[in-house]
């Protein structure tokens, strides 16, 4: 950014943070919700993942230049399956170092897919995942420490589907019939319908947001369903844009998974908020047969504490489309009831021995700091945890394996949304308030607005070299360096 820009920006920024809105482009919705292939990874050689370049015309058939795995953008749904190594050769064949991270799934750190094992282009990665996760929607992206951010924007990410046969949940399971992945992404474009990624100041601050609405890659798109119960396994993967989901016709819904699994029980709600990198599986009855859009309403909290300040965050007040639904001729399929309870892999951590404090920092004076950083052309000073800003070379944590472990996280400035490798964990406190866990589920990332508290322990072991991650999923932070790394053994 050249200096005369900062300024003009930073002058419009503190007046009127509206004028920072992109250009919505006039992109034609409605498009067939795209349904990703699905590759079944189990033991043995033959599953490959190539990550490629690509070009995809979003808008108006003008190509934009992408990335993804197997295709042009975004990657196949990969289906694994509880107490089944799954091998799988992921392929480079980009122009920069990759990694394939598995978010969210329980392996150990040499397996995780962290920054430390980036790997070169004509590079292959071959692990072979122990897969001892109950039945979830996680997903897999890039994680290259300071690259993160633009490679998953241009594609570097899918979803997975955990499958437990010993666990059978009486929910809708038909993938792509009455089963369906909504992978959900805000991406910007230029006039010519190209696809951007220009980082202004306040994508620097606040992480980027973009003007159009993607589901598995396309913009508004249209879903037909049958006219019965349906599972929308829902995945936030965007950079930084958090939503805050409902119907058009206020409908209730349930939520039945989060993000390491089944709930206890079905929980029911007109809205679902869902941070960056947080997963929902919700079910949606729609017996009635009316046609109905999914939006986004009014995140306040989008930006710094308190919403609505002078730096609101950018969320619009009007509901935001994400996509629509019409209901096909077939009859119902599969259940036409939802269970009580459902076979949820939850377990009692237990009292914890210890307790870490983590503050998440956007440095003070950081609009200035990160002006003259950008100046200079180093990043990375501004955002830190805990006083620090994230160090490859730096082990912040050595944690021993197989204890609870009680993590309080605060945030100084603005809320983030906060992940940790290796496991799942309980919520105990968010926002100040305290909060049953069985109603948020087995988390991996949680949003701190405000005193946050969650029982963790590790079942899974990282080494010095291969360390785990704990950082801020608004990438954008993320590879500024509001991260930090730990061993566990
Ligand atoms: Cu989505 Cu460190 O990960
Ligand atoms: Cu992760
Ligand atoms: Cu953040």
Redesign the pocket.
């Known amino acids: 950014m050249k200096r005369r820009q900062f300024l003009t920006l930073t002058a419009a920024t503190l007046a009127a943070p509206a004028l920072l809105t992109r250009r919505a482009v006039a992109a034609e919705p409605g498009a067939p919700l795209p349904i990703p292939q699905v590759m079944e990874v189990g033991p043995g050689a033959g599953n490959t993942l190539t990550a490629m370049k690509g070009t995809r015309a979003f808008i108006d058939g003008t190509a934009s230049n992408t990335l993804g795995y197997e295709q042009d953008y975004l990657g196949p749904l990969l289906r694994f399956q509880r107490g089944r190594t799954a091998n799988i050769d992921v392929v480079n064949r980009t122009d920069d170092p990759i990694t394939a ?1 598995w ?1 969210g799934m329980h392996v150990p750190g040499h397996l995780d897919g ?1 920054p430390q094992l980036a790997f070169d282009p004509g590079k292959t990665w071959s692990p072979e995942l122990p897969v001892d996760h109950p039945a979830a929607t996680l ?1 897999y ?1 890039s ?1 290259v420490h300071g690259r993160t951010a633009d490679q998953v924007y241009r594609g570097l990410a899918g979803m997975i589907i955990i499958d437990d046969p010993d666990v059978v949940d009486p929910l809708p399971r038909d993938y792509g019939v009455n089963d369906f992945p909504l992978i959900v992404q805000d991406r910007s474009f230029d006039r010519s319908g190209r696809m951007t990624y220009d980082l202004g100041m306040m994508d620097m601050m606040l992480g980027f947001r973009g003007s159009e609405i993607l589901v598995n890659g396309a913009i508004r798109p249209k879903l037909t369903v049958p006219a019965g119960l349906v599972r929308l396994r829902l995945l936030n993967a965007s950079n930084a844009r958090m939503y805050n989901f409902s119907f058009t016709d206020g409908r209730q819904f349930h939520q039945v998974a989060s993000d390491g699994g089944l709930l206890p029980a079905p929980v029911a709600m007109e809205s679902l908020r869902l941070a960056p ?1 947080e997963r929902a599986e919700i079910v949606v009855d729609f017996t009635d047969r009316s046609a109905v859009r999914l939006v986004s309403r009014n995140v306040s909290s989008g930006g710094m504490m308190g919403g609505g300040g002078i730096m609101g965050g950018g969320d619009n007040a009007a509901p935001l489309d994400i996509m629509s639904f019409d209901v096909g001729g077939a009859a119902a399929i599969g259940p036409v009831t939802l269970p009580a309870s459902l076979p949820s892999d939850m377990s009692d951590l237990g009292a914890p021995v210890r307790t870490r404090d983590f503050t998440l920092n956007v440095h003070a004076g950081s609009m200035i700091g990160s002006m003259f950083n950008n100046l200079i052309g180093r990043d990375g000073q501004i955002m830190g945890i805990n006083g620090e800003s994230y160090d490859m070379g730096r082990i912040d944590l050595t944690v021993p394996m197989g204890e609870t472990e009680l993590w309080r996280i605060n945030t100084d400035m603005m809320v983030h949304p906060f ?1 940790v ?1 290796g496991t799942s964990f309980q919520v105990v406190k968010m926002g100040g308030r305290p909060v049953d866990p069985k109603q948020v589920g087995l988390k991996d990332v949680v949003l701190v607005e405000g005193a946050t508290e969650i029982l963790v322990r590790f079942d899974k072991q990282a080494k010095n070299e291969t360390p785990f ?1 704990y ?1 801020c ?1 608004i990438l954008e932070h ?1 590879d500024a360096g509001m991260m930090g790394q730990f061993t566990v053994g």
């Open positions: 991270h978010h962290g997903w992206h994680h990198a992940h490798h991650m950082h999923h993320e």
